[in-house]
């Protein structure tokens, strides 16, 4: 059992930047794929980001693609997701997740996800 712990989510203006980590608890292997999610207030969870571990593959949500920037360091279990230039539509939880499998439609693992607002 993989436990995942966010941070680093916050205040912060818009047009401000957040970086998030999301620690794994034991060291996950590198077939996996690390996401990241968000749900808003009233709003389904939706996909933001995610990276495979080997090859650092990386995908995106249209709505932040070159603003976001995830990656990950295996050595410290951690994967970051680096977020740039906020508008106020990106206020959600954010949420951490890991799957075993690139191959795999689900995830298996979810963290407790971590605020972020940001103000107009």
């Known amino acids: 059992q993989v436990q995942l712990v966010e941070s680093g989510g916050g205040l912060v203006q818009a047009g401000g930047s957040l970086r998030l980590s999301c620690a794994a608890s034991?060291?996950?292997?590198?077939?996996?794929?690390m996401g990241w999610f968000r749900q808003a207030p009233g709003k389904e969870r939706e996909f933001v980001a995610a990276v495979r571990w080997t090859g650092s593959t990386t995908s995106y949500a249209e709505s932040v693609k070159g603003r976001f920037t995830i990656s990950g360091d295996n050595d410290k279990n951690t994967v970051y997701l680096q977020m740039n230039s906020l508008k106020p539509e990106d206020t959600a939880v954010y949420y951490c997740?890991?799957?075993?499998?690139?191959?795999?439609?689900?995830?298996?693992?979810w963290g407790q996800g971590t605020q972020v607002t940001v103000s107009s």
């Open positions: 034991e060291r996950t292997f590198r077939s996996y794929v």
């Open positions: 997740a890991a799957k075993t499998s690139a191959f795999r439609a689900s995830y298996d693992f």
